[in-house]
């Protein structure tokens, strides 16, 4: 708090390079300009990003907090504490270089002030980048911590309560968890699995006024996915003579049928309902069920499959049909979503205004906003034998973009501004080189006519009768847009990508194939090139993950009242 008040209400000249010196600054431009302003973290994984969010959000709390009826600020330390306590919980994970827990989602914090610059509430986005997660871990990467911190960390009355009695042996042959055992027994030094660790997440719960309800309901749902990953999944047809077990779905049904039955006990829903959820989206999928509506892509930009079923206009060759596995694990990505909506939910509750309902005077109270953004890190190998994976990709990609911002506010608007105004400034011979060539490569959209002219000579096409004599590099689509193309087909073909890409980038500014499967994106201006593997990529993403609505109504419908009434909550219309 010292520190803070020494900066606190400071111009520029006055303040030392510091954190706070530049939340103050951003801070008074919002006040002198009264333009929303944004504060983006960039930099390499592990570099701090985090707790610099942290010390920005805590300098704001501490400097612009809105003072309740009872002269008690909404915005403490002790709530701001809870919050990243959760969310390195929850969204975070170790990798080789970050053992404390790499972030993997985009935190976009949105601050509201009122128009005597006093923060009135906050909001809280979390959007992830690394979609199969809880499923696959790249280069023995762990899974999210609090499953770790579930088993490793809490005390034995709990783990009774969740059955995770038998912790190492839950999470042998997992489908969820593929680090090896020295993951979980030699290097827990590196990693703070203690009592303590899992009561500040406890604690945090109730800092940010969880109901117990919402707490019980999380643990249970993380409990049942890591039960539901030791079930596992396999054709019935392998199984039949195993167990006798009924079963409605012919395709797919447990390895386990007593973690399974564990599970469902997690769940509050029998054994048929879970069966039904996970392994009749199999074949609903394949039925076509709703291709009609248009979104976002797992791959972050727009596909024009509704579903993870084949759309009308999908050629013969392509198809999207999930397997038994696949079907488990789309429910379980599924499940820790809905964790990831309830924990975000409930967050932004306990920053949520108090203006007794008055919704008209907290409309008229807020004057401008301000964004603090903080992303994955820059992400490079941890060494030769280990290929970065495709959510290093993503969040590599992220970062390039954000560069390509900063450029163009700090650079390109600033020149603008100049020649708008008649003045003669040459600034051109001391500007950097732009980052937007690399961007554009990256997720540059192929033409109408090229898309046009693929159809028509897709060896896939219905039209048998027309050559494929279009080179593929005149789609001119860029990395992104041909990756999602290539998990498309059934048969897909890693040195077919790598001969796309290559063509892509003919001059090799910022491609290099290495391998078979292996190739070099070269970052940051060509200074850090990162080596990628295409085998996972086809092999883990080709399916499209998503849990339908019906399984959601299975939670609604639990026979667990804390689990119904919190997706009850959390689900209408009028809930938080």
Not at 252 to 268: P, W, Y
Not at 310 to 337: H, M, R, V, W
Not at 363 to 384: A, K
């Amino acid at each position: 708090d010292q520190v803070i008040s020494l900066f606190k209400g400071c111009k520029t000249e006055d303040m030392p390079p510091h954190i706070y010196s530049f939340t103050q600054n951003v801070y008074r431009n919002m006040l002198s300009s009264r333009q929303d302003q944004t504060i983006v973290l960039m930099g390499h994984s592990g570099s701090g990003k985090t707790e610099n969010a942290k010390l920005v959000l805590n300098y704001l709390f501490k400097v612009a907090g809105l003072k309740q009826a009872s002269n008690s600020s909404n915005f403490t330390e002790a709530k701001l504490n809870a919050t990243f306590c959760l969310l390195n919980a929850f969204c975070s994970v170790r990798t080789g270089k970050n053992l404390s827990g790499a972030n993997k989602f985009l935190n976009v914090f949105l601050l509201e002030f009122n128009h005597a610059g006093q923060l009135s509430s906050l909001l809280l986005q979390l959007i992830g980048t690394d979609h199969t997660r809880i499923v696959y871990q790249p280069n023995d990467e762990s899974n999210f911590l609090i499953f770790y911190y579930m088993m490793f960390c809490s005390d034995e009355l709990f783990k009774a309560e969740y059955g995770l009695t038998n912790d190492l042996e839950l999470l042998a042959n997992n489908l969820f968890f593929q680090s090896s055992d020295d993951f979980y027994r030699e290097k827990k030094k590196g990693v703070d699995y203690t009592n303590k660790c899992f009561e500040q997440i406890r604690d945090s719960f109730k800092q940010l006024m969880f109901t117990s309800a919402e707490t019980r309901t999380l643990f249970s749902l993380l409990a049942a996915i890591i039960r539901l990953g030791k079930a596992g999944a396999t054709s019935q047809s392998a199984t039949a003579a195993a167990t006798s077990t009924p079963s409605v779905n012919k395709a797919g049904t447990f390895q386990s049928v007593d973690e399974a039955h564990a599970a469902a006990n997690l769940l509050g829903i029998t054994f048929s309902q879970l069966h039904d959820c996970i392994f009749n989206n199999q074949s609903s999928s394949s039925n076509g069920a709703n291709s009609s509506s248009a979104r976002p892509s797992k791959y972050g930009h727009l596909s024009n499959k509704g579903s993870s079923a084949a759309s009308p206009d999908t050629p013969s060759g392509f198809s999207n049909q999930l397997t038994p596995i696949e079907c488990l694990k789309g429910f379980c990505i599924g499940l820790y979503q809905e964790c990831l909506n309830i924990l975000a939910n409930c967050i932004n509750r306990a920053f949520k205004p108090n203006f007794n309902s008055n919704v008209y005077y907290y409309q008229q109270s807020v004057s401008n906003s301000m964004l603090i953004i903080d992303p994955p890190g820059f992400q490079y190998q941890l060494d030769e034998k280990h290929a970065a994976s495709y959510s290093d990709l993503i969040c590599n990609y992220l970062n390039e973009r954000f560069q390509l911002i900063f450029y163009q506010s700090n650079f390109i608007n600033p020149i603008d501004n100049y020649t708008q105004e008649g003045l003669d400034v040459d600034l051109i011979e001391h500007i950097p080189e732009s980052p937007s060539h690399l961007v554009n490569w990256l997720d540059k959209p192929p033409t109408a006519t090229s898309l046009l002219h693929h159809r028509m000579d897709s060896p896939l096409s219905a039209n048998n009768n027309v050559s494929n004599k279009t080179n593929i590099a005149n789609l001119n689509g860029g990395l992104l847009w041909l990756i999602e193309e290539q998990m498309s087909y059934d048969q897909k073909s890693p040195r077919d990508l790598l001969k796309k890409l290559a063509d892509s980038d003919p001059k090799k500014l910022f491609f290099s194939p290495n391998q078979a499967t292996n190739f070099t994106i070269y970052h940051k201006f060509s200074q850090f090139p990162v080596q990628y593997n295409l085998d996972v990529w086809l092999d883990k993403l080709c399916k499209d993950f998503n849990m339908s609505q019906r399984n959601l109504q299975s939670l609604l419908d639990s026979k667990k009242e804390c689990i119904s009434a919190t997706f009850m909550a959390n689900t209408s219309p009028n809930g938080t």
